[in-house]
């Protein structure tokens, strides 16, 4: 069974910045899209960044402008480059990786962001 394993979260003060990281236990075919999504307490997931097997890169209203997604197509990995974080971009982030078949998820890394 391929799951997707997170890595970066942590710890920052606002302002500061964290890169999270998203890799494959196993091979996956045909995916079409990657992602990452954030789910703060008391609250549903929640769409970050996209991108797809095109490269068309898709962002929250909310990160715009402060979060990069990236992707090393040698690795299959994506990254989230977090930067100017507030204290309301706390939350678990989960990345995904989507096929027309299945969805791959990770098991998220909690990103906290204090004031």
């Known amino acids: 069974q391929v799951q997707l394993v997170e890595s970066g979260g942590g710890l920052v003060q606002a302002g500061g910045s964290l890169r999270l990281s998203c890799a494959p236990s196993?091979?996956?075919?045909?995916?079409?899209?990657r992602g990452w999504y954030r789910q703060a307490p008391g609250k549903q997931r929640e769409l970050v960044a996209t991108?797809?097997?095109?490269?068309?890169?898709n962002y929250a209203d909310s990160v715009k402008g402060r979060f990069t997604i990236s992707r090393d197509n040698a690795k299959n990995t994506i990254y989230l480059q977090m930067n100017s974080l507030k204290p309301e971009d706390t939350a678990v982030y989960y990345c995904?990786?989507?096929?027309?078949?299945?969805?791959?998820w990770g098991q998220g890394t909690q990103v906290t962001v204090s004031s």
């Open positions: 995904n990786y989507a096929s027309k078949y299945r969805d791959y």
């Open positions: 196993g091979i996956t075919f045909n995916i079409n899209t």
């Open positions: 991108t797809t097997s095109g490269g068309t890169t």
